[in-house]
């Protein structure tokens, strides 16, 4: 956005701000009812949006009275909204520690028959058996696992189960019954489960011994358990069952990429002990994960970029940065591409990508391939302007245009803050709108803000060879950023209160008030205290020409393609020249779609 702008925008804000407010209630009944009925009706809904929105809050203002019981509530409120976002920016970096913070109640399984086939039977499990079929009568029976892992069956004796899987024990069951009775058929099913104790140490929260469903995995032992501490490994997860090998568990194969088949169930008796994390790296910018990572001996850069989800976009790939501590202090070292498979990392080394802005942009008009082209961080508008083949020979690159979504978002808020204040300074000073002392101009600034449409364009130097010798015109772009060249115009355009609105032939002898002349002259509304120029490049000066100032020399030059625009008069209003602090800056955003549509 050009400096005009800069200017205008801060001037409005200022003058806008200092304006006399009257404090009194307002109402409908003050209000000149010509200027209201003259209000486009979108305009008219908010003023009366803003009368209702100042009675509520004098009646709320009105009613309110102090209260020590409410102050101490809003303390506490304001204390638990703390201390919540204090526990929230302390999260840990680790990646996975986060998941024990979820609610046990929602985490942990409920004490009912809800299992998968590789449940572990035990003592306390309570199976259903039903027999159907064969010589005797159908029966049912609930048969509880005794403590020494056996269950008995009727007419065929005791059973081992402890230790097998349900599908195991089923099969074992019905092997029984067939070898037993003929054309007998068992269904087996668990009735209730068991509660199983468990010992968690090593590097968790609160280590004890906790009491769990039978059905509970180790996950959810250590939810339980408080999670992992900051120290605590990921990686190596122990648990110790009598009679059997150690069972060491890798969480990462479940907390990256959803694996649990691996993830064993737990029995009664069982001890879980969680090793201290040894090797911590962290994955900074440019991985789409990051966080510290916990990776074993033999894992390298690789590893580390699959564990985060990969680099993102915006980073290089060829190329990461390594930050080692070492000898007391931290140094740096670039790894190659190449290197990832085999570059082994050590315990506190952390990674960063470079970042590669990666872009697109549209080039239309007059270049000779016109198009989408995508960019690099490295890119800059030369760049561009070169790779869609260069200029025609009768492209005018002095009125090329860029539009910058950034811009819009500016130039959006800006239209809306002083659409906004226009309307609040009008329902506070109601005699504003009288139509003897400026309603008419008001009702018209109003109308046109509120229909505003920004482009978003921004000042931008076009001539290739400026551009190659000056780095600081050659601007790097912002992804969808849009280029229009133009063909050389042969006219000058002139819009806002003359007679005729439109172009004229450009002649370089005459002055603006010629050009003016040649498009009918000056209408009755006409405001010949500022005349706005917008050159081509969409620098914009402003022009008086009332009284003794038409015979002073004014720094401005009308080129090829120019837009000339006289604004409305809009008369003073309370002793404050509104039309001088408002109107100019709704004139220069005017001013760029008169200026867009005439160079398209």
């Known amino acids: 956005m050009n400096n005009n702008f800069t200017k205008m925008y801060l001037l409005t804000f200022f003058i806008i701000m200092t304006l006399n407010v009257n404090s009194q209630a307002i109402n409908l009944n003050d209000f000149d009812e010509d200027f209201v009925s003259s209000l486009p009706e979108s305009v008219q809904d908010d003023i009366f949006s803003e009368i209702e929105n100042g009675v509520e809050d004098d009646e709320a203002n009105f009613k309110k009275r102090p209260s020590s019981k409410l102050s101490k509530l809003e303390t506490v409120k304001k204390w638990e909204n703390f201390i919540k976002k204090e526990s ?65 069956l009727n007419e065929i004796g005791k059973v081992q189960v402890a230790g097998l899987n349900f599908e195991q024990a089923t099969k074992l069951i019905q092997q029984q019954y067939e070898n037993s009775f003929i054309g007998v058929e068992v269904m087996v099913s668990l009735a209730e489960i068991r509660d199983i104790n468990v010992l968690i140490t090593g590097n968790v929260e609160f280590p004890g011994i906790y009491t769990l469903s039978g059905n509970s995995n180790i996950l959810q032992a250590l939810n339980i358990s408080g999670g992992i501490s900051e120290i605590g490994s990921l990686r190596n997860v122990t648990i110790k069952r009598d009679g059997m090998e150690p069972i060491v568990v890798d969480l990462y194969k479940a907390l990256l990429f959803g694996d649990i088949k691996n993830i064993p169930f737990l029995m009664s008796g069982d001890s879980i002990y969680v090793e201290a994390a040894k090797n911590l790296v962290r994955a900074g910018y440019g991985f789409n994960n990051t966080a510290i990572f916990e990776l074993k001996d033999n894992e390298t850069i690789a590893d580390l970029i699959r ?14 940065k390594l930050i080692r501590f070492e000898s007391n202090s931290f140094n740096s070292y670039e790894v190659n591409q190449s290197q990832f ?60 245009s860029l539009y910058r979504d950034s811009s819009i978002k500016l130039e959006e808020m800006f239209a809306k803050k002083t659409y906004q204040d226009l309307i609040t300074f009008i329902v506070s000073n109601p005699s504003s709108s009288s139509s003897g002392s400026g309603g008419e101009g008001l009702a018209f600034l109003l109308s046109e803000l509120k229909n505003f449409e920004p482009l978003g364009r921004v000042i931008a ?74 050159s081509p490049n969409g620098e914009t000066s402003k022009v008086q020409i009332q009284g003794l100032r038409k015979y002073i020399d004014q720094d ?10 006289v604004p409305r008069h809009i008369a003073k209003i309370q002793g404050v020249s509104f039309y001088a602090t408002v109107a100019p800056i709704f004139s220069s955003l005017a001013l760029s779609i008169a200026s867009l549509n005439s160079l398209k």
């Open 88 to 152: 929230l920016a302390g999260a840990s970096e680790r990646y996975g520690l986060r998941m024990f913070s979820t609610m046990q109640s929602s985490f942990m399984p409920l004490n009912e028959p809800n299992f998968g086939n590789n449940y572990i039977v035990d003592y306390g499990d309570k199976l259903s058996i039903q027999l159907v079929g064969g010589s005797s009568k159908q029966s049912s029976n609930k048969i509880e696992v005794m403590r020494d892992g056996s269950i008995t």
């Open 307 to 320: 564990y985060s989800g990969g680099l993102n976009t915006e980073s290089n790939n060829g190329m990461l």
């Open 341 to 400: 498979n085999d570059f082994q990392l050590d315990n506190l080394d952390s990674i960063y990508a470079y970042k590669e802005k990666v872009g697109t942009v549209t080039i239309t008009g007059d270049v000779k391939h016109p198009g989408k082209y995508s960019f690099s961080s490295t890119d800059r508008l030369l760049d561009i302007i070169q790779r869609s083949g260069g200029y025609n020979d009768s492209a005018y690159s002095f009125g090329a």
């Open 461 to 534: 130097e076009f001539d290739e060879n400026i551009l190659s010798d000056n780095l600081q015109d050659n601007i790097f772009l912002a992804d969808g950023d849009r280029i229009h060249i133009p063909s050389y115009p042969s006219n000058v355009f002139i819009f806002g209160e003359v007679g005729n609105p439109g172009s004229v032939l450009f002649k370089d002898d005459i002055n603006i008030i010629d050009y003016i002349k040649k498009s009918g002259g000056f209408t009755k509304f006409s405001s010949k205290d500022s005349i706005f120029i917008v």
């Open 556 to 565: 401005y030059e009308i080129y090829p393609g120019s837009v000339i625009y």
